[in-house]
């Protein structure tokens, strides 16, 4: 029932910009954080960002801060990734997720099945 279906990946030169949507169908995000991941070809999956539904914060892995933007519409049911200069480093699939509870320190629930972003030139 739960579904979570990511577009808006594709390529893009260095210094680009990319919005990343969410759509998610059978839960409410007025519940839940929200979180963006992603892996890169022979590399471990990391976290990107996470939006708390307990108190409306973001928080953002070093390496993306100033650069990137999490954001939901819940009237919409979905999820946003902006990512504005972007770098080759960036370039992974980028997966959507949901956690178990309403704090990004709760351990993820439902994933979506990525998109793909590559950055080159």
């Known amino acids: 029932q739960v579904q979570l279906v990511e577009s808006g990946g594709g390529l893009v030169q260095p210094g680009g910009s990319l919005r990343l949507s969410c759509e998610v169908s059978g839960v409410s995000l007025d519940y839940y954080a929200t979180g963006w991941f992603r892996q890169a070809p022979g590399k471990e999956r990391e976290g990107v960002s996470c939006?708390?539904?307990?108190?409306?914060?973001?928080s953002y892995v070093d390496s993306v801060k100033g650069r990137f933007t999490t954001s939901r519409d819940n009237a919409k049911n979905t999820v946003y990734l902006q990512m504005n200069n972007l770098k080759p480093e960036d370039t992974a699939v980028y997966y959507c997720?949901?956690?178990?509870?309403?704090?990004?320190?709760?351990?993820?629930?439902?994933w979506g099945k990525g998109t793909l972003v590559t950055v080159s030139s």
């Open positions: 997720a949901i956690n178990r509870g309403s704090s990004c320190v709760y351990g993820v629930r439902y």
């Open positions: 939006f708390s539904s307990s108190d409306g914060s973001t």
